[in-house]
């Protein structure tokens, strides 16, 4: 048997996230969304982030503006203007836990992803860093990407999957590649594969070399 962890990052988008939401539900498949401070600002942003709680998704911090990879900014307050001003949003919304994903690099690990600022105010705050394990690439082949994200199923027990609400990408194929998956299998879960978790409440859970600036 094999799992199947979806997450949404860079939403959410007052277009594509209800759509999303509404195969997600169609499926009873619960999910991660990373969302980002920027598109909480709106009232509508706000009552997406609330749907995708009261729906039993699990919603997590994936920075403020998504411009500059955290371990390559070189702003003293990136930390504050990108995790904190994000949690600012968040939080009131969903309290806890809390989930943090890096972002950079179109999907690849590296030492781009964090600073050792950033780990320091992960571990104070008590966050849980979520990494991944399949990029199938929706944001560039919207059509193309089921089958590298069955691929990618096929090869691992559990696979932490990321893609996009956001326009032109995942939203078109994912109806289609829901009942793939569910047709092979399957089993879906919003729980994430340890080895993805390298920061638990605020522990670092595995080794982070490799991951944070200067490592
Ligand atoms: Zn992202």
Redesign the pocket.
């Known amino acids: 048997m094999s799992l199947l962890t979806l997450s949404f990052?860079?939403g959410p988008d007052p277009h594509v996230t209800p759509r999303v939401l509404d195969i997600l539900a169609s499926h009873r498949i619960t999910a991660q969304f990373?969302v980002?401070g920027k598109h909480l600002v709106t009232d509508e942003g706000k009552r997406l982030v609330a749907r995708a709680r009261d729906e039993g998704h699990v919603v997590g911090n994936?920075?403020f503006t998504?411009a500059i990879p955290l371990g390559e900014d070189t702003r003293p307050d990136a930390v504050e203007a990108e995790i904190a001003a994000t949690d600012a949003l968040v939080a009131p919304l969903v309290p806890t836990p809390k989930w943090f994903?890096p972002?950079?690099g179109g999907g690849k690990l590296g030492p781009h992803l964090l600073s050792p600022r950033a780990v320091e105010h992960l571990r104070q705050h008590q966050y849980t860093c979520v990494l991944w394990n399949s990029v199938p690439g929706d944001w560039l082949d919207p059509k193309g990407w089921p089958e590298k994200a069955l691929a990618d199923c096929a090869a691992q027990a559990h696979t932490l999957m990321?893609l996009?609400d956001i326009p032109d990408a995942c939203l078109e194929g994912l109806d289609g590649f829901l009942h793939r998956a569910k047709a092979l299998g399957m089993r879906f879960t919003t729980r994430s594969p340890p080895e993805c978790l390298p920061i638990v409440d605020g522990h670092i859970a595995r080794d982070i070399t490799g991951l944070v600036a200067g490592t």
């Open positions: 990052d860079n990373f980002l994936h920075s998504h994903r972002f950079g990321v996009h």
